[in-house]
């Protein structure tokens, strides 16, 4: 699959996920075979005006390359100015998200709101592109209603302005993540437009993945909650598009995803604001593993990087001994 000049090798997608898509954790994506990788989304106006916290989410390193950036805003100039900068920091693509249905960017005029707007929605599109020379792309919803007009107007419009993919995940804004997605609507722009469509949503498994694939003829799948936690399905993806058979994760390299985690999260974010966010993202990693539960009581408490190592290895040990307790201390 091409996006403007880059080539993905393989057409998997790790969706924007705000909170969760940072860089150690798309890393982990990378390693397993990911084609591209997503930052958070990005606040626009926080770029521009200077936030601190808003610049740190787009660290990257060499490792998780290619890089797409997703940001968020209202403000023509303001969003081409951000985009600018992102491309300055050596990100590989600039997305703009008109998909977000979360009231407080709702009200703000961004996200899934530009999605009413399509004079705006050009506006953005004309001066984002104007000011990028890396591809633009786009990510949205099906819209306000389930007709899907929305989406193929704003898929329509983006095409024009010389965005070179976009992606659908087909919900309507008042499902957030409810209820299924309309595939249909994938195939129906993919039909309407001749740049690559990336279909998103209700991708549980790698069989999934295929059968989107098929019954909507999308040139790629993103990929966001059954991700987190389990990157292995970007591995089950790669082999099955290459015709490879699909293996479980073993609890041993669940384990050792664990630690590498652990290791990016210290390293990149520092001993304290990782030790706050394993306490509950370690939890992610365990699902459907024996005394997950217990395991998700054991880490509540973590201090630094050495005692989550140390609680993972002794979860690790209770595991492998079918007749142990699994009393972490």
Request: aromatic share 4%; hydrophobic share 40%; charged share 20%.
């Given at each position: 699959?091409?996006i403007g000049?880059?080539?993905l090798?393989i057409?998997?997608i ?6 969760i898509?940072n860089l ?7 390693e ?6 997503c930052s958070e989304?990005i606040s626009s106006?926080g ?12 660290e ?7 890089l797409?950036?997703?940001l968020?805003?209202y403000?023509?100039e303001?969003?081409a100015?951000a985009a600018a900068?992102?491309q300055?920091?050596?990100a ?6 008109f998909?977000?249905?979360?009231k407080?960017?709702l009200k ?8 009413r707007d399509?004079?705006?929605?050009q ?5 984002v ?9 786009i990510?949205m919803r099906t ?10 107007e ?7 302005r ?5 992606a659908i995940?087909?919900r309507i804004?008042?499902?957030?993540f409810s ?7 994938i ?5 309407l437009?001749s740049?690559?469509?990336i279909?998103n949503?209700?991708?549980i498994?790698a069989?999934d ?14 990929i ?6 389990n990157p292995?399905i970007?591995?089950?993806i790669r082999?099955?598009l290459?015709?490879s058979?699909?293996k479980?994760?073993?609890d041993s390299?669940?384990?050792?995803l ?9 390293h990149y974010l520092?001993?304290?604001k990782?030790?706050?966010i394993?306490r509950?993202?370690l939890t992610?990693f365990?699902k459907?593993m ?5 395991f998700?009581?054991?880490i509540r408490?973590?201090?630094s990087?050495?005692?989550?190592k140390?609680?993972i290895?002794?979860?690790q040990?209770s595991?492998?001994?079918?007749c ?6």
């Open positions: 699959m091409k000049n880059l080539h090798e057409p998997t790790f969706a924007p996920l705000a909170g898509t150690p954790m798309r890393l982990l994506a990378k397993a075979g990911c084609g591209l990788v989304m106006n770029l521009v005006y200077g936030d601190a916290k808003t610049r740190l989410m787009l990257s390193c060499p490792r998780e390359t290619p797409s950036v997703q968020f805003g403000d023509p303001i969003l100015d900068q992102v300055a920091s050596g590989a693509i600039v997305d703009i998200n998909g977000c249905s979360v407080k960017i703000s005029g961004s996200g899934s709101a530009l999605m399509p004079q705006r929605a506006a953005i599109l004309k001066a592109r104007a000011a990028i020379d890396i591809p633009l792309t990510k819209g306000w209603d389930p007709s899907g007009q929305q989406a193929f704003l898929a329509q419009i983006a095409q024009d010389g965005v070179q993919a976009v995940h087909p804004v008042k499902q957030g209820g299924h997605s309309d595939w249909s609507i195939r129906q722009i993919k039909q437009v740049i690559p469509v279909g949503g209700d991708i498994t069989h993945a295929s059968r989107m694939m098929t019954e909507t003829d999308c040139n790629a799948v993103m966001g909650r059954s991700a987190i936690g292995f970007f591995t089950q082999d099955m290459n015709g058979p699909i479980d994760p073993s390299e669940r384990i050792a664990m630690l590498r985690y652990v290791e990016d999260c210290v520092g001993e304290t990782a030790s706050f394993l509950s993202r992610w365990a459907g024996r005394n997950a539960s217990h998700r009581n054991t408490h973590i201090c990087g050495a005692h989550a140390e609680l290895l002794a979860y040990h595991i492998k001994d079918p142990a307790e699994a009393r972490i201390k």
